[in-house]
């Protein structure tokens, strides 16, 4: 699993690094990348993707995460790449926050 992210300090935080961790015990993977984009780095290609989200919920109303998880499938399933949403977070740092889930970094 690759994450990449910009330099937001919401995308380098022990929240960020906590799901990470969650998603590990959940066993949803035991390897994955964080590439942390240099301040001015461009990333089209997943700004491209996120464009595809964006479109699908161009005047809508989604109330649920339930709701966006069926938008975002909706979203990538004409996508040349199989795409798989392994998890739909709402308030993850209320989650991480309560949790004994830490990630050293």
Known sequence: MRFQ??????NWSR????????L???????????IRNP???????IDAIFA???KECHNKDI???AAF????E???STYSLPVVIVDVVSKPRRIFETSRIYARV
């Not at 992210?5 to 919401?10: E, I, K, M, Q, S």
């Not at 929240?15 to 969650?22: K, R, S, V, Y």
């Open 63 to 65: 109330t649920t995460v």
């Open 15 to 22: 929240t960020f690094f906590a799901h990470i961790a969650n």
């Open 52 to 54: 595809l989200i964006r």
């Open 39 to 45: 301040v001015g780095q461009t990333h089209e290609d």
């Open 69 to 72: 998880k069926r938008l975002v």
């Open 24 to 34: 590990v015990s959940m066993r949803v993977t035991d390897v994955f990348d964080v």
């Open 74 to 76: 909706d979203a990538f």
């Open 5 to 10: 992210v910009d330099g937001a300090p919401v």
